[in-house]
């Protein structure tokens, strides 16, 4: 689908039921009856097409100080969501921009339970965001209550989290970075940028490991590796000098991080095997779900 093509499909499903891709044309000629409607929906796209961009793009002057909507809209982008862009043109566009911003920040952290954790179907869900689109669209005005469905209860979120894995891409990179960065500053009062060069993340059971390398055979390696109770926040030169050491070895590069949810692995864990990932990451998903909740949805 081309540019234009695109935000012709999120212009209409703004204001009208969710039609998919190969339906759009047959729906935009439907409602085509005079060249009146003709240049008002022109009018009308070219109007939406500065919110479709700029939805797209946290640093667009649209968003100056409004650090709020800054943000959400920069997890919506490491998220790589686009289920909620029918959504914001057309909460932008009737709504005050106090309740746009409690919107956006309300889809961010929808989209983390709802995507990032728990890998849900995205059509279903947008499925939800149009049909809240239309009724925005109609009646000026919103209700948390309506985003329930795709609301990940604290029960089933806690759940998922405790055995989330992240293999080792670009985009999980940025989210595995995000997340410590969000615990961090949460639990520890830590301000720590997630987007910064100087941290990365280590691999305490290090990739490419075999059953030489501590207290793991090869399928509890396996399904370790990349859960998020082995992966940590720490600082570039502290993870190269890491390396692949034992844990023995690593607790001391480990307890040098200025950042406390590593720092502390040394002291709450003496040794490392896939009981001590679980334990780690089931402490972390307490700390996440106080962190990722809309409180009108719980």
């Known amino acids: ?9 999120y212009y209409w499903n703004s204001k009208n039921k969710t039609v998919r891709k190969n339906q759009l044309f047959k729906a935009v000629k439907n409602n085509i009856h005079s060249k009146k409607d003709t240049f008002e929906l022109i009018r009308d796209l070219e109007e939406s097409a500065d919110v479709y961009i700029a939805i797209q793009d ?40 106090n309740s746009f911003s409690k919107l956006v920040t309300s889809c961010a952290i929808i989209s983390f339970r709802y995507n990032i954790i728990g890998g849900l179907n995205p059509n279903e869900q947008e499925d939800v965001y149009n049909k809240i689109a239309t009724s925005i669209h109609q009646n000026k005005m919103m209700n948390l209550k309506d985003f329930q469905s795709v609301y990940i209860s604290d029960i089933n979120f806690e759940n998922d989290f405790k ?7 670009s985009k999980n990179h ?3 970075k995000y997340i410590y960065a969000k615990i961090e500053k ?61 844990y023995s070895e690593k607790k001391i590069f480990l307890s040098k991080s200025n950042c406390y949810s590593t720092n502390s692995i040394p002291k709450e864990y003496d040794s490392w095997n896939e009981n001590k990932i679980s334990a780690r990451q089931k402490e972390l998903s307490k700390i996440a779900k106080s962190i990722w909740r809309i409180q009108e949805l719980n």
């Open 58 to 97: 946290p640093g667009s002057e649209l968003w100056n100080d409004k650090p709020k909507i800054i943000k959400a809209l920069k997890e919506l982008k490491l998220f790589q969501i686009k289920q909620t862009n029918s959504l914001l043109m057309a909460a932008y566009k009737n709504l005050e921009i």
């Open 163 to 169: 055995t989330k894995q992240f293999k080792r891409t």
């Open 174 to 176: 940025k989210i595995v």
């Open 186 to 246: 949460h639990a520890f009062s830590n301000d720590i940028n997630s987007e910064s060069d100087s941290f990365s993340i280590e691999h305490i059971l290090p990739e490419g490991a075999d059953e030489n390398w501590g207290d793991f055979n090869n399928e509890e390696i396996n399904r370790s590796i990349y859960r998020l109770g082995n992966l940590a926040l720490i600082e570039n030169k502290l993870n190269k000098e890491a390396g692949t050491k034992s």
């Open 1 to 9: 689908m081309g540019k234009c093509e695109t935000l012709v499909r």
